[in-house]
């Protein structure tokens, strides 16, 4: 076993050799940010078979399925359905309506769907008492929907607050949801490392549906990706 820093050491002292060799090189590793971090391609096995190959932005920006997305890093996930009002759609979830602000996805439809939500797509709200002073982007918050939600869990990483949150919908029981570092029916969030966040917080965070990665309930096979 080797302590973070040369285990950084090591990873970039792989990539110089493998590129000054110019071979094709093999790399097993059940670490997913070392996977991201060392290949050109990586191929996510699951099970007995590989469930998505290709470069490691795609498996994060577009994963084939919940499997992968919730293997590649954590991602919040939320039970969904599309909703009309006339030519503009959007998604309900639990008591709460995210617009689209425009018609839905043609890849998406009617069926009971799952949304995912990265960290860095769920804003921080301004407004509530217990979350951050001031909100990530303040230009971004205008066509977002404010999301009530409870701290379930809190990880300090240096940079900032890594926080689970509980949000009132009921938990997603999608094939491949149960992988999710965060579970059940709970979002991810990215809080500033000096703003006070605990266990049991009642806070507000803000979605843009624009921002969801869509999966099929039934299946966990992804339907669109934003």
Known sequence: HLDAAERLRVRR????????LAVTTLYVTHDPTEALALADRVALLHEGRVRQLDPPGTLYDRPADLVVAAMVAPIGLVPGRLVHAGELAGYQVGGVTLPLWGPAPSEVDDRPLVLGFRAEDVWTDPDTAAGPAAGREAGAAADTVPVDAVVTGVEYTGRHHAV???VGAPPVT???AGLSAAGGATLRAL?????????GDAVRVRLDARRAHVFDAATGTALFHP
């Open 164 to 166: 689970t949150l509980a």
């Open 191 to 199: 809080y500033p490392a000096r703003q006070q966040v605990r266990t």
């Open 174 to 176: 999608a094939p491949g």
């Open 13 to 20: 002292r792989i990539v110089e050799v493998v590129r000054s």
